[in-house]
T-cell receptor, first 108, second 114 residues
Framework: DAKTTQPPSMDCAEGRAANLPCNHS???????VYWYRQIHSQGPQYIIH???NNETNEMASLIITEDRKSSTLILPHATLRDTAVYYC?????????FGAGTTVTVRA | DGGITQSPKYLFRKEGQNVTLSCEQN?????MYWYRQDPGQGLRLIYY???????QKGDIAEGYSVSREKKESFPLTVTSAQKNPTAFYLC?????????????FGDGTRLSIL
């Protein structure tokens, strides 16, 4: 599976949009980009995934560049409950593999 | 509500003892998975099951065993052969195996050695 690179941490103001970048320059044509988040001592929570097109659901939007080498997760209106570690992963089959992720801290 | 239930939340094991972690789902998912999460090492796949009465080893199956007698249930036994069992264990399920449907996780069981 392709490796992903994320910044180790970022802060966000409550009520503002949070834009989380992810690089996956070695992604292959049939690999999807997934985003999960994990709050301390809880299981990972699925957020969104996509292949080529931009995707939006009730939690977030996923913007994938045309060359698919990077993507951005957008939390439109961050709340304190969005404070978590966010994982960007590339998945071709069933095996998930989380790296270090981005620790997002939403501040009041 | 539909979801994945793992129990217990915390578990302590004595040296030489086998322990079983429970995972139940009411999502009607065919595929179920067990992962282990250690600090600084991300998530590693222990076992997975695509359908009832079938399961395959993941990357770190040694010292673990599973069964899949019912669609809803996928218990994991940590045997005494597992020399470093202290970790956070996560169970997940997905609609079908080998697809691009997301895996959904339970809230984990934290296992510690006494």
């Amino acid at each position: 599976d392709a490796k992903t690179t994320q910044p180790p941490s970022m802060d966000c103001a409550e009520g503002r949009a949070a834009n989380l970048p992810c690089n996956h320059s070695t992604i292959s044509g049939n690999e999807y980009v997934y985003w999960y988040r994990q709050i301390h001592s809880q299981g990972p929570q699925y957020i969104i995934h996509g292949l080529k097109n931009n995707e939006t659901n009730e939690m977030a939007s996923l913007i994938i560049t045309e060359d698919r080498k990077s993507s951005t997760l957008i939390l439109p209106h961050a709340t304190l409950r969005d404070t978590a570690v966010y994982y960007c992963i590339v998945v071709r089959d069933y095996k998930l593999s989380f790296g270090a992720g981005t620790t997002v801290t939403v501040r009041a | 509500d539909g979801g994945i239930t793992q129990s217990p939340k915390y578990l302590f094991r004595k040296e030489g003892q086998n322990v079983t972690l429970s995972c139940e789902q009411n999502l009607n998912h065919d595929a179920m998975y067990w992962y282990r999460q250690d600090p600084g090492q991300g998530l590693r796949l222990i076992y997975y099951s695509q359908i009832v009465n079938d399961f395959q080893k993941g990357d770190i199956a040694e010292g673990y065993s599973v069964s899949r007698e019912k669609k809803e249930s996928f218990p994991l036994t940590v045997t005494s052969a597992q020399k470093n069992p202290t970790a956070f264990y996560l169970c997940a399920s997905s609609i079908e195996p080998h697809s691009n449907q997301p895996q959904h996780f339970g809230d984990g069981t934290r296992l510690s050695i006494l």
